[in-house]
């Protein structure tokens, strides 16, 4: 199993990036696909998810700057994260999850400079 990220990087505040994560080794379209992030010395939170139907939910604090995606033919999901701000700097995780399972992937950096 394995979930790679990737799309992080150094962006402006008020600036733009996609994250995208593809899933190996799953059956991911039964999967419930999420980003978390962890900013240092915070716990890890939900940012954003969508369920194996296509339904979404967002964290209050990203809600009309972030769009969660999936793509279930090419096993990815995307975190589009718009208009954003120096407080969205963490390390972004993928997630897969299903009753009884459970996955992480390494994360990718997103800094977000003022």
């Known amino acids: 199993v394995q979930l790679q990220a990737s799309g992080g990087g150094l962006v402006q505040a008020g600036g733009s990036l996609r994250l995208s994560c593809v899933a190996s080794?799953?059956?991911?379209?039964?999967?419930?696909m999420s980003w978390y992030r962890q900013a240092p010395g915070q716990q890890r939170e939900l940012v954003a998810g969508?369920?194996?139907?296509?339904?979404?939910n967002y964290v209050d604090s990203v809600k009309g700057r972030f769009t969660i995606s999936r793509d279930n033919a090419k096993n990815t999901v995307y975190l589009q994260m718009n208009s954003l701000k120096p407080e969205d700097t963490a390390v972004y995780y993928c997630?897969?999850?299903?009753?009884?399972?459970?996955?992480w992937g390494k994360g990718t950096l997103v800094t977000v400079s003022s």
């Open positions: 969508v369920s194996s139907t296509g339904s979404t």
């Open positions: 997630n897969g999850y299903r009753p009884g399972r459970n996955y």
């Open positions: 080794g799953i059956v991911f379209s039964i999967n419930t």
